[in-house]
């Protein structure tokens, strides 16, 4: 694919840095976006910087239709001098790749939440919604595609955004990619409980990143436990290698920028 981008380096996340809401006279009100993502990667800085993020809300999704591509660093907005890539998916198609794929079949097969006697069911249901969350992925992949610079890095964060990595890899080869996981990695006996396809698809999709991240290494070694186990990867020390390629697991524990908090009191 080739990219008129200049970044070199991008941020992948659900939550942006910035949210919107509209004020009663139609007019849009910016703040910072919530959540300790983005708490976490305040300190990135902003030169040569692109963050790119979904609309969560109505007021997100006017603001994005303002400007092309919806990079709101382009309209006004105060983004602290970092380019903010604002994408305005489908709500439907965001409704189920984020609230039933992520939230209600990934994170609750991360914490082991799941009434194993009843539940989990994949049905058809579940197929359509799993189809939603390949899309939002790749809607993603295509806007970091077109973003980032020759032999740019990209950072992609969490579990909504397992599917990344790999697709985005198919587009740009030239790129250093990144993912971290901010919640915890199941055990193998757990995941399986996943269709097995999907849970081939999750794997393949993180291992098209150079470097995959956790916060500790019991997670980052279950993730390569469910690698050995459903794909046949070999996994020695910090590496996993499958399909010709080497991805490398760290383990991150993830602070935050305790002078910005204390001015922030």
């Known amino acids: 694919m080739v990219s008129s981008g200049s ?34 990667l305040s300190g990135l800085g902003s030169e040569g910087v692109v963050w ?41 198609t965001f409704h189920r790749a984020y609230n039933s794929i992520a939230n209600s079949t990934l994170w609750f097969i991360h914490h082991l939440l799941y009434a194993t006697p009843t539940a989990p069911a994949f049905d058809m249901g579940f197929r ?28 992609v964060q969490d579990y909504h955004l397992t599917l990344v990595p790999q697709q985005l890899r198919d587009l740009r080869p030239d790129l250093r990619i990144a993912h971290f996981s901010h919640t915890p990695w199941a055990p193998v006996d757990y995941f399986r409980l996943l269709p097995t396809d999907v849970a081939r698809e999750t794997l393949l999709g993180m291992l098209g990143a150079d470097h995959t991240g956790f916060h500790s290494a019991r997670w980052a070694r279950a993730f390569a436990a469910c690698c050995v186990e ?15 390629r080497t991805t490398r697991l760290g383990v991150h524990p993830l602070g935050v920028d305790a002078e910005a908090l204390t001015e922030r009191g």
């Open 128 to 155: 359509r919604d799993w189809s939603s969350y390949e899309a939002y992925n790749r809607t993603f992949a295509r806007a970091l595609a077109e973003e980032a610079g020759e032999g740019a890095k990209v950072l």
């Open 7 to 40: 970044a070199r380096l991008l941020v992948a996340s659900n939550r942006g840095p910035l949210s919107f809401r509209q004020r009663d006279d139609g007019t849009l009100e910016a703040s910072r976006g919530g959540g300790g993502l983005v708490s976490g």
């Open 230 to 244: 459903f794909l046949g990867a070999e996994y020695e020390g910090t590496e996993v290698r499958y399909g010709g």
């Open 52 to 92: 790119v993020c979904a609309a969560l809300s109505d007021g997100d999704r006017a603001a994005t239709r303002h400007v092309p591509g919806g990079r709101l660093d382009r309209d006004g907005h105060d983004t602290g001098g970092m380019a903010v890539r604002m994408l305005d998916i489908d709500p439907a």
